[in-house]
């Protein structure tokens, strides 16, 4: 697992460089973000997928976010592998049967932003914005940004 100088895990530290390579890639070209950007997308998908099973709340992913998860869901093989490694089963994708009035929950894409980082992953907080609000700006238990 792949972990940064201050040893927080990170998504990318969970699969294959090839998968990996290849969710950031789907990300950039049929999303349109650079290639950092995009990886760190993939990065933050891959880790929101990993802890789904283990938080009790419901997770939602904020909007760049879920640019990764999509992806991340259209890589079957990988996406179904990683599924069983890391939960024992299959994790399935539920999305919203319509659009939420007034977009994604602030409360629910901040509660999933601290979830990542208690479980000891490396947060990008420029990912996890709704309406120009940084849902992982702080943690409230030591005011520090993620």
Request: glycine content about 8%.
């Given at each position: 697992?792949?972990?940064?100088?201050n040893?927080?895990?990170?998504?990318?530290?969970?699969?294959?460089?090839?998968?990996?390579?290849s969710?950031?890639?789907?990300?950039m070209l049929?999303?349109?973000?650079?290639?950092?950007r995009?990886?760190?997308?993939?990065?933050?998908?891959?880790?929101?997928v990993?802890?789904?099973?283990?938080?009790?709340?419901?997770?939602?992913?904020?909007?760049?976010?879920?640019?990764?998860?999509?992806?991340?869901i259209?890589h079957t093989?990988?996406?179904?592998?990683f599924?069983y490694?890391?939960?024992?089963?299959?994790?399935?994708?539920?999305p919203?049967?319509?659009?939420?009035?007034?977009g994604?929950?602030?409360?629910?894409?901040?509660?999933?932003?601290?979830a990542?980082?208690?479980?000891?992953?490396?947060?990008?907080g420029?990912?996890?914005?709704?309406?120009?609000t940084?849902a992982?700006q702080?943690?409230s238990?030591?005011g520090?940004?993620?």
């Amino acid at each position: 697992m792949t972990a940064v100088a201050n040893d927080l895990k990170t998504g990318r530290g969970l699969v294959d460089e090839t998968l990996f390579g290849s969710i950031a890639n789907f990300v950039m070209l049929h999303d349109g973000e650079p290639l950092e950007r995009a990886e760190r997308i993939a990065d933050q998908a891959i880790a929101f997928v990993a802890i789904t099973d283990i938080v009790d709340e419901p997770m939602m992913p904020s909007d760049d976010v879920d640019k990764g998860l999509h992806a991340f869901i259209l890589h079957t093989r990988g996406h179904h592998a990683f599924c069983y490694e890391v939960a024992g089963r299959f994790l399935h994708h539920t999305p919203a049967s319509a659009p939420v009035a007034g977009g994604r929950p602030l409360e629910r894409v901040t509660a999933s932003a601290h979830a990542l980082k208690a479980a000891g992953f490396q947060v990008f907080g420029d990912l996890w914005e709704v309406d120009g609000t940084n849902a992982a700006q702080c943690d409230s238990d030591d005011g520090r940004p993620y």
